[in-house]
């Protein structure tokens, strides 16, 4: 004999509170005593109890899902869409988002739709999404400086965070890194270790971050009576940072600091030290940027400025789910603090 789905008046039961109550904490109510909250969760997990999604939509008039938009300028063509996505996929800061994010939403019963939108039809779509009310609101990791999103959607009045200061004022809440202090911190670092001919890969000059990261580590070396700093640009790549660092080397064969503007270029950087025979941190010192996965699998594993992209993405839900749920009606910022970490590679 088929059992019968748990009901709402089930777990009232079960809880000892009305059913009313039940229904207030079901659909995301804020005005619940957070005892009374906890004890209708353990309720609803004794009892098995899954509420109908759809009914509770009609109720909160709220779809549940928020779009996880990444956002550019990129190539219009299929194969340039699909390069998009590739090299978004590539990247382990990408992961990292998707998992602080997730940590957020999954306990509140919320879930993210992966969104592309590196073209002006696919940022009308991302659009259109949003006002059908598909999702409540939209998290925006944008990759160009030139991206037209954040503006489009502070203009539409849609409920919007971004990772990242915009690189044009709107008024949309983002969350942030000290980039600037975080590249200071890599220069103290080569500079107290006694490198003097430092040079250093920066990212994307497209970027906000990549031009913070690269003035930090100008002036701090300023300061410190170094007024010339070798750069080569790189694209936040592998390959980038591979062929930057050979382009150091060709200008500057006698650098022995170098600061790459994230870990996957910090990686490229010291594969091309060890086949030119430069040891690494012996004969060039090296510091990359994110403490990513890559900064304890790279040889030797990588002294980095930890960015901490997990939390910074968490926050940006949270700061989401207070705008749709009305908690908080005006756009803010919150900027995290970076923190050196050392290990072998400097």
Known sequence: MRRRAPTLEDVAREAGVSRAT???????????????????????????????????????????????????????????????????????FFGRVVGGIVGFLRPRSMHPVLMFAESAEAREEVLTYLRQGRADGALVVSTHADDPLP???????????????????????????AHRDGARLAAEHLLARGCRRLATVCGPLGVAASQERLAGFRDTLARHGHPYVPVAE??????????????????????DGVFAANDLMAQGACQVL?????????????????????AVTCHPRLTTVRQPVEEMAAEMARLLDEHIHGARTDATSVVFDPELVVRESA
């Open 22 to 92: 039940v229904s207030r904490v079901v659909n995301g109510i804020r005005n619940v005593d957070p005892e009374i909250q906890e004890l209708v969760r353990r309720a609803i997990e004794r009892t098995g109890y899954a509420p109908n999604r759809a009914a509770r939509s009609l109720v909160t008039r709220r779809a549940e899902t928020v779009a996880l938009v990444v956002s550019g300028a990129g190539d219009t063509t299929d194969a340039g869409q699909n390069a998009f996505a590739t090299r978004v996929f590539a990247d382990p």
């Open 274 to 294: 060890r086949e030119r025979g430069r040891r690494v941190p012996e004969d060039v010192a090296v510091v990359g940027f994110d403490d990513s996965s890559i």
């Open 234 to 255: 790189g694209g936040f790549t592998l390959d980038s940072g591979v062929a930057a660092m050979a382009d150091l080397l060709e200008r500057h064969p006698d650098t």
């Open 151 to 177: 503006a489009l959607l502070a203009d539409a009045r849609l409920p919007a965070v971004l990772f990242a200061r915009p690189s044009r004022p709107v008024p949309l809440s983002y969350v942030d890194l």
